[in-house]
């Protein structure tokens, strides 16, 4: 259903309680990454407000865990403009997990959302140089006509169907299994 993962890798939604995970995680990206991600150098003290932000209407984060620690993050936002039907994504893979697939499957989940929530231009803002994440884009060049500079998508087709909304359900409850299972064994840990 989804392209695999690297052994013993999750990805899934982040319950609004894991603003903190999401925001250790960015603080661990690698300068590079850190730019890369921001489209610029942010401070840490940036990257704990932007993490405690980003929970609530019109913003789905998905996270990659491995072990219970989140490595990858896929950020989309709905603009939530009544007529509008734009939303933005943002993705960021720490080093030791960047090109093993972690930014397709990432990406991935975040079209199937952003198709089920009804939105139709996705905006990637990418540095002109991100030669990862241009060819990232690429592998969707079926779904996504992209304009490099910044990098819009057109999410197409523009609507969910009863297939779509049956796929992301699907992935939700092995999200869900996905964390029941890793707090039991961290039960187990340190039992
Ligand atoms: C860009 C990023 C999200 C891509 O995720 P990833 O997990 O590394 O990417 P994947 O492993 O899924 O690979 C995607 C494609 O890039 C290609 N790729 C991998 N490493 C590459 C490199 N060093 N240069 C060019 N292309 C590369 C892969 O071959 C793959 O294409 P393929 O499957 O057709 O072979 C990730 O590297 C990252 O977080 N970088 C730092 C932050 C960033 O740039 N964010 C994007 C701005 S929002």
């Excluded at 991600?37 to 789905?60: T, W």
């Excluded at 991100?130 to 996504?144: G, I």
């Amino acid at each position: 259903m989804f392209d695999p993962l690297p052994d013993g890798g999750v990805v899934r939604k982040l319950w609004p309680h894991e603003a903190d995970d999401y925001a250790a995680h960015l603080l661990r990206l690698d300068k590079d990454s850190r730019r890369r991600r921001f489209s610029g150098a942010v401070s840490d003290e940036l990257i704990r407000r932007h993490a405690a932000k980003a929970r609530g209407l019109g913003v789905v984060v998905f996270g990659f865990f491995v072990n219970g620690v989140m490595r990858g993050s896929a950020e989309l936002r709905r603009d939530l403009s009544p007529l509008s039907r734009n939303g933005e994504a943002a993705f960021a893979i720490e080093r030791d997990w960047q090109s093993h697939g972690v930014g397709s499957a990432l990406l991935q989940r975040a079209l199937l959302t952003a198709r089920n929530r009804g939105i139709k231009l996705l905006k990637m803002y990418c540095l002109a140089d991100n030669e990862r994440m241009q060819q990232l884009a690429r592998k969707f060049d079926a779904e996504l006509k992209f304009d490099f500079g910044s990098v819009v998508g057109e999410v197409d087709p523009p609507r969910s169907t009863w297939l779509s909304l049956t796929r992301e359900a699907l992935a939700d409850q092995h999200g869900l299994m996905a964390t029941l299972l890793e707090k039991q064994r961290n039960l187990f840990r340190q039992g």
